[in-house]
Antibody, heavy 119, light 110 residues
Framework: QVHLVDSGGGVVQPGRSLKLSCAAS????????MHWVRQAPGKGPEWVAVIWVGGNNKFYTKSVRGRFTISRDDSKSMLFLQMDRLRVDDTAVYYC????????????WGQGTLVTVSS | QSALTQPPSASGSPGESVTISCTGT?????????VSWYQQFPGRAPNLVIY???KRPSDVPDRFSGSKSGTTASLTVSGLQAGDEADYYCNSYAGDNNWVFGGGTRLTVL
C-alpha cells in the first residue's frame, strides 16, 4: 500500500527559505516520477514541480522556476522541495504526489504540509 | 485564475446523475488524453477517481465515469449518494512537462 508522508512546513517570513520532505513507502520509489502539487486556501490545486525517474530531469511551473528545487534520494525513498526566496503567494498546503505513469495521473498523494509565508 | 474552467457548484438528489464539465484549450484537453479527475473532502488530500479521460482506478465505483469532446472533459456521477458530496477537480497534461488543474466544483447532494 502506497504511503507518502509530507513534512517540513511552517511559518516563514518573505524572502526566507524552507525545505519540504516526503517519505515514501509501499512501492518501488525509484521507478516512478514524483511531483509536488500545492493548494492555496480555498483554491484549486496547482502543479509545482516534477522529477523524473533517475532524478536528472526536473521541471517547474513558471512562478517558482529559479526559486524552488526538487530532488530525490532513491536510496532512502525520499522526495524533497527546497524553497528559496519565498513569497506571500507561495502560501499553500504542499502535497507530495506519485504519478501512476509518465504524464499522469497523480495516483497517490501525501497528507500535505502547510507553508505560510507572512511577515 | 485557473487554467481549466469548471462550474463552481453542482447539485442533485440521491439517486440522480450529475455531470461536471471542465473546459480547457487546444493546448491541453484538446490535444492530450491525459485528463484526470480528483475528489476532495474537507481537510483531506485529493483522491483520484478518473484517469486517461474515462478509466477508473480499481477501488472507484462504476457510478463515476468520464468523457471528453474537443476541449471539454466531463465527469458524471450516477446514482448520487450522500457520501459523494465533495469538491471535484479536473486536471490535464498541457505539454512541455506542465500540468493544469481546474478551479474545482463543489458537488452538493440535496
Amino acid at each position: 500500500q502506497v504511503h507518502l508522508v509530507d513534512s517540513g512546513g511552517g511559518v516563514v517570513q518573505p524572502g526566507r527559505s524552507l525545505k519540504l520532505s516526503c517519505a515514501a513507502s509501499g512501492f518501488v520509489f525509484g521507478a516512478y516520477g514524483m511531483h509536488w502539487v500545492r493548494q492555496a486556501p480555498g483554491k484549486g490545486p496547482e502543479w509545482v514541480a516534477v522529477i523524473w525517474v533517475g532524478g536528472n530531469n526536473k521541471f517547474y511551473t513558471k512562478s517558482v522556476r529559479g526559486r524552488f528545487t526538487i530532488s530525490r534520494d532513491d536510496s532512502k525513498s525520499m522526495l524533497f522541495l527546497q524553497m528559496d526566496r519565498l513569497r506571500v503567494d507561495d502560501t499553500a498546503v504542499y502535497y507530495c504526489v506519485k504519478e501512476g505513469k509518465p504524464f499522469g495521473p497523480f495516483d497517490s498523494w501525501g497528507q500535505g504540509t502547510l507553508v505560510t509565508v507572512s511577515s | 485564475q485557473s487554467a481549466l474552467t469548471q462550474p463552481p457548484s453542482a447539485s442533485g438528489s440521491p439517486g440522480e446523475s450529475v455531470t461536471i464539465s471542465c473546459t480547457g484549450t487546444s493546448s491541453d484537453i484538446g490535444t492530450y488524453n491525459f485528463v484526470s479527475w480528483y475528489q476532495q473532502f474537507p481537510g483531506r488530500a485529493p483522491n483520484l477517481v478518473i484517469y486517461d479521460v474515462h478509466k477508473r482506478p480499481s477501488d472507484v465505483p462504476d457510478r463515476f465515469s468520464g468523457s471528453k469532446s474537443g476541449t471539454t472533459a466531463s465527469l458524471t456521477v450516477s446514482g448520487l449518494q450522500a457520501g459523494d458530496e465533495a469538491d471535484y477537480y479536473c486536471n490535464s497534461y498541457a505539454g512541455d512537462n506542465n500540468w493544469v488543474f481546474g478551479g474545482g466544483t463543489r458537488l452538493t447532494v440535496l
